[in-house]
């Protein structure tokens, strides 16, 4: 570990951009587990050749789920130009 590591840490700890975009990442791979679960619940019925059933209230809170994801890569990108700009400090 270098001198450099522990003033890296504490810069980027102290940067609400990194943060939030730290934190929007988590929640965006806390959410995929839901949609990822639906998903490989259908291998059975792809295997046999059939198209999978999926409930319309499911498929509805399949879709909100990865509507919230894409909202929160584009703010993950917004807070990663912010610290690029070196900005929300």
């Known amino acids: 570990m270098s001198a450099w590591s522990g003033w890296r840490r504490a810069h980027y700890f102290a940067n609400h951009a990194?943060?939030?975009k730290f934190t929007l990442f988590i929640v965006?791979?806390?959410?995929?587990?839901a949609p990822t679960i639906e998903i490989l619940s259908w291998r059975g019925a792809v295997?046999?050749?059939?198209?999978?059933?999926?409930?319309a209230e499911k498929f509805n809170r399949v879709r909100m789920i990865v509507h919230i994801e894409l909202a929160a890569i584009?703010?993950?990108?917004?807070?990663a130009a912010i610290m690029a700009k070196g900005s929300w400090v």
């Open 18 to 20: 990194f943060l939030a």
């Open 28 to 33: 965006v791979g806390l959410l995929s587990i």
């Open 47 to 55: 295997r046999g050749g059939q198209v999978p059933g999926v409930a």
């Open 74 to 79: 584009v703010l993950i990108l917004l807070c």
